[in-house]
Every structure is written in structure tokens, then in C-alpha cells.
């Protein structure tokens, strides 16, 4: 049986990445160690992190006055690391609420400074993203803070506000390299590695050099970008393990046309799972409003709970695996990261007509 994983994170991997992984688990390049066993200070390791970093910075076209940090903690740890360092002496910062990553974003900031929300998605329920205009941002706040694809709500946009002089902060989790984005619009990008990068326990932030150094005094040494901007990711072990395979996928990613040819197949998917919520004649029912809906993550439900429950067991027994949602969301998800073939999204097309029509 083929298996397919739907998981949100931690996510499926290419195969191609996992079979080369596993050919050289025991013997990296014929050095004798696993790179598990690998010193990060011998140039073996150095070799392999600087290719890492070359390759993300070739994929995304990361300008060199960026560093590019590999970090531990999750994206949930830049939800203080983010206003620690770029509140610069500032009393608030911007941030706009599409869900709810936005909101533990925002509940962390606020044991910082005053949060000012811009707009927020709650009246209709997260279900859309609240109109560029009618976004209240303060031309003195320290930052803007947007979550660009909401992992549960399945909440996605890419129209960028233009914000003057205040960096704009993005939490790329779940959308990182699977579209085309100009990181000189950012003043500091995060994502968590576990949904398109790599495994879990390595977090990537690209941020602008001008707002590192910024720190408080008593800012605990590891929660200061200076710290790893200066070493290069090495004041302490990094993770190691995850470094590596990042770069293997940065390596597939750039065997396979790069971003540009990743976003034409994400679209392609995307339009396929889509089509079959759409044209299940109410059978399957997407909550996000169509201008809005998630290249990355598919929320959708039946008419009931029990309905759902048998779908995800149904599907789990054909190989359509991790289908069940959110525990906050409920219903099923999708996620159809760039490791996810188009294959799988015909699989998993098939088996909801296969339901469909027996429900
Ligand atoms: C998964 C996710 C997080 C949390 O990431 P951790 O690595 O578990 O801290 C934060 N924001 C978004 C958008 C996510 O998808």
C-alpha cells in the first residue's frame, strides 16, 4: 500500500531526502561517523552548515545584508525572541490577528510591550484576513507582526503591507518555500523547520542585519540574535542533525526547479483538493473564504462529528494518513506541504468521492 501523510507538522519528507539520509546515516562521504557523531566545530559539519546556508540563501535570494540564523526553541520561541529584539527601546509593537499562531504571537508580546492589533479575522470567525485598509498600524511601533499562512485555520495571503519604516515580521512556518517571496520586504522571517524544511528541533530565522544588536541588557545571552549572528549559529551545539537534512531538502528543492517550480505544483494541488470540497455538492465544506484558503493547509468537515471520525479512520486504513484536524478546529486537514506529491492529493481526491457517494 502506498502511503500518503497529511500531517501538519512534523510532516512528511521527500523520500529521495530520507533514502539518502539513510545511505549515509552510518558513513558521512566516507569519513567513517554518522553526521550525528560529528563534532560542529570540525570541517566536515562546518562544510555541511555552510552548505545549508549558501543553498537557502541561492533558493530564497536571501540579499547579503540578511543573516541567516539556525536556531533551536521553535517558532514559539521567537514569539519572545522577536519582541526582545526589535522592540529597540519602543513601547509597542503592530500585530495583525488571523488565528490562532497570531494570537499566541500577540499573547507573548504583550509580557513585552503594549500590543496594538491592527485588524483581527475573530468577527468572522478566522475566516478570512481583514482588508489591507482597514488595518490600523502605528507609524511609531516597533514592528509589524503578521502570520502569513495560519497552520489551523488553513489561512493564507501574500498581498504584503507597505509599512514605511517599520519592519515587517513574518511567521513563515507553514508557507516557507513553498512560494516565491521578496525577503527584502521583511525585516525578520521565522519558521519552525518541521512543516516544509526538515525535522523538528531546528528553527530558521533570516533577519535584517540593522535590527540585531538591539537587545536589553539582561537579555539572556541565548535569546539575542547578536549571540548567533556572531558565531554563526555555533555560540552552543546547534541542532545538528536537523541542520543536515535541511540542506539535503534545500538540495532537492533545487534539483526539482527550485521555488518557482514547488509553487506551481502547490497551486496545482491545491486546486485539486479545492475542486473536490467545492463539487461535493455540500457533502465536504471548507470554512476559509476563497480569496484566503491555504496552499499548505486544508481544513475541511461533513455534515458531523461521527462523520468525520469514520472518514479519518476510513482514510488511515487506505494509507491517507494524520487526516484528523486541529484538536481547536476539529474536522479534518490536509496538509499538503511540498514533500506531498501530487499523487497523494489524487489519492486522497478519490477516496472522498469513494465516500462521498457511500455517506
Ligand atoms: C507550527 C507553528 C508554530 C509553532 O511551531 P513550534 O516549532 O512548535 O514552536 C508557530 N507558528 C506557526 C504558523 C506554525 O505553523
Known amino acids: 500500500m502506498t502511503i500518503f501523510n497529511f500531517s501538519a507538522g512534523p510532516a512528511v519528507l521527500p523520500k529521495a531526502v530520507l533514502q539518502q539520509a539513510q545511505a549515509e546515516l552510518l558513513d558521512w562521504h566516507r569519513t567513517g561517523m554518522s553526521v550525528m557523531e560529528m563534532s560542529h566545530r570540525g570541517k566536515e559539519f562546518m562544510s555541511i552548515a555552510a552548505q545549508a546556508e549558501a543553498d537557502l540563501r541561492e533558493l530564497m535570494g536571501i540579499p547579503s545584508n540578511y543573516k541567516v540564523l539556525f536556531l533551536q526553541g521553535g517558532a514559539t520561541q521567537q514569539f519572545s525572541m522577536v519582541p526582545l529584539n526589535l522592540l529597540r527601546g519602543k513601547a509597542s509593537a503592530d500585530y495583525l490577528n488571523t488565528g490562532i499562531w497570531s494570537e499566541k504571537a500577540i499573547t507573548e508580546a504583550q509580557k513585552f510591550c503594549r500590543v496594538n492589533v491592527v485588524a483581527t479575522g475573530a468577527a468572522n470567525g478566522f475566516s478570512d484576513v481583514p482588508k489591507m485598509a482597514t488595518w490600523q498600524c502605528d507609524k511609531n511601533a516597533a514592528y509589524l507582526h503578521i502570520t502569513p499562512n495560519e497552520t489551523i485555520g488553513g489561512v493564507e495571503f501574500d498581498s504584503l503591507p507597505a509599512c514605511g519604516d ?40 533570516i533577519v535584517r542585519e540593522d535590527l540585531i544588536g538591539h537587545a536589553p541588557v539582561g537579555t539572556p545571552t541565548m535569546l539575542d540574535y547578536q549571540t548567533h549572528a556572531d558565531n554563526d549559529s555555533m555560540y552552543n551545539t546547534p541542532p545538528t542533525y536537523g ?43 471548507c470554512p476559509v473564504a476563497k480569496n484566503y484558503r491555504s496552499r499548505m493547509n486544508v481544513p475541511f468537515k461533513t455534515r458531523d462529528a461521527s462523520t468525520d471520525a469514520e472518514f479519518v479512520k476510513q482514510a488511515d486504513a487506505r494509507g491517507l494518513l494524520q487526516l484528523k484536524g486541529h484538536k481547536l478546529a476539529g474536522g479534518m486537514r490536509a496538509s499538503i506541504y511540498n514533500a506531498m506529491p501530487i499523487e497523494g492529493v489524487q489519492a486522497l481526491v478519490n477516496f472522498m468521492q469513494e465516500f462521498a457517494a457511500a455517506n
Do not use: C, H
Open 243 to 285: 541542520m543536515y537534512i535541511a540542506g539535503l531538502v534545500f538540495t532537492w528543492l533545487k534539483q526539482n526547479g527550485g521555488i518557482a517550480a514547488m509553487e506551481q505544483t502547490n497551486i496545482a494541488k491545491a486546486n485539486l483538493l479545492y475542486a473536490a470540497i467545492d463539487n461535493s455538492a455540500d457533502f465536504y465544506r
Open 166 to 205: 517599520v519592519p515587517l515580521v513574518a511567521d513563515l512556518s507553514s508557507t516557507i518555500l513553498s512560494r516565491k517571496i521578496d525577503v527584502a520586504k521583511f525585516g525578520l522571517i521565522y519558521a519552525g523547520a518541521q512543516k516544509n524544511i526538515g525535522p523538528a528541533g531546528l528553527t530558521i530565522v
